[in-house]
C-alpha cells in the first residue's frame, strides 16, 4: 500500500528562520490509544524559536543538545501548540470521536507545524467550545497554560500585588487576566506603546520599563512575574514584601544573590520548570475563553508556507500576544 503523504515544516538543524521549510512527509497514523488531528491552527511561540535557534545559555547546550538532538532537533516538525478536528481515532479511544474540535498542547514531542499530529488520548487535549474559534484556541495550550501553572507556584491570592514584567507578551497577557481572575492588584510593565492593550486586559497600573525612572516609580508587590525581557533581581529583591515571591520564566538557574536572598530573609526565588500538561488545565482555560473570562490575544496570523517569515517577527521580540499560524 502506498505510503500516504502530509505537507509539514521541518527543521533538520538548528539555525536562523531560513532553515525551516516545506516538505512532505508520512501521514502518521494513529495507535489504538491515539487520535488522529486535522490542524486547523497552530503558533509560534518564544519556546519554537528558541529550539530552532538552540537559543540557550552556553552553560547548558551540552545538556539541551542531548535532549533535543545534536545538530537538529530529533523531533524536526516543531509547533508545540495546535487546534483542530479529530480526524480519526484508535480502537481503544473512548474519549473522542471523529469531528470534535479540540485543542492541544504537543510540547512533549512538537508537531504542531503539520497537516495531521497523533497524540495520545490520555495527553493534553481538551475540547474547543463552539463559540472560540480555532485560532483563539491554538493560542491557549503554552501562553495560557504556563501563566496558570507560574500563578500557582507564586501561590498569588486574592488582594495581592503583583509585578507582571513583559505584560504584552503571550504569558504575559495571560496574566494579567488570569490575576485579575485571582482577585490580585496587577502591575504591568511593557513599553509605553503597549500600554493600552494591557490596561484593556485588565491591568491596574502600567509603568515603562525604557522610562528613565523606572526604578523609583516601583511600588513594594507580594509576587514578581518576569515572563520575558530581563528584570535584574538586584532591582526586583528591594520591591518584594519581607516574604514576597520572585520569578523569572525565562531563568534556568538562580544566581548567587538569589541563592543567598533565599538562604537569608523570607523572601522566595521560585525557578523556571516546564509546567505538566493537563487535559484538566487545557479545559479550564478554554472554558474561560468560551464564557468571554479570559482573551487570547493575536498579534498577526500567517499561512503555512510562510514560517520563515512568521519566525523572523516572533525573534524580532516585537509581537504582542499570540502570533498565529493557519495550516488547514
Known sequence: MTQQLMTAVVCPKYGSPEVLSLSEVPKPSPKS????????????????????????????????????????????????????????????????????????????????????????????????????????AAAIPIGARTALHYLRRCNLQEGQKILIYGASGSVGTYAIQLAKYIGAHVTAVSSKTNESLVKSLGADEFRDYQDSGFNESLDVYDVILVTIGNLQFSIGKEHLTSSGVYMNVSEPMKSLEMIWTSFTTEKKVVMAENSEESAEDLQFLINMVGDGKLKPVIDSRYRLGEIVEAHRYVESRRKKGNVVVLVD
Open 33 to 136: 490509544n491515539e487520535i488522529l488531528i486535522k490542524t486547523v491552527a497552530t503558533t509560534v511561540s518564544h519556546g519554537d524559536v528558541r529550539i530552532r535557534g538552540l537559543d540557550v545559555p552556553k552553560s547548558i547546550k551540552p545538556m539541551i543538545r542531548l535532549v533535543l538532538g545534536f545538530n537538529g532537533p530529533r523531533n524536526n516538525i516543531l509547533g508545540l501548540e495546535l487546534s483542530g478536528i479529530v480526524e480519526e481515532v484508535g480502537s481503544d479511544v473512548t474519549k473522542f470521536q471523529k469531528g470534535d474540535h479540540v485543542l492541544a498542547a504537543t510540547l512533549q514531542n512538537f508537531g504542531g507545524y503539520a497537516h495531521y499530529k497523533c497524540l495520545p488520548e490520555k495527553g493534553a487535549i481538551a475540547f474547543k467550545p463552539p463559540s472560540v474559534t480555532f485560532e483563539q
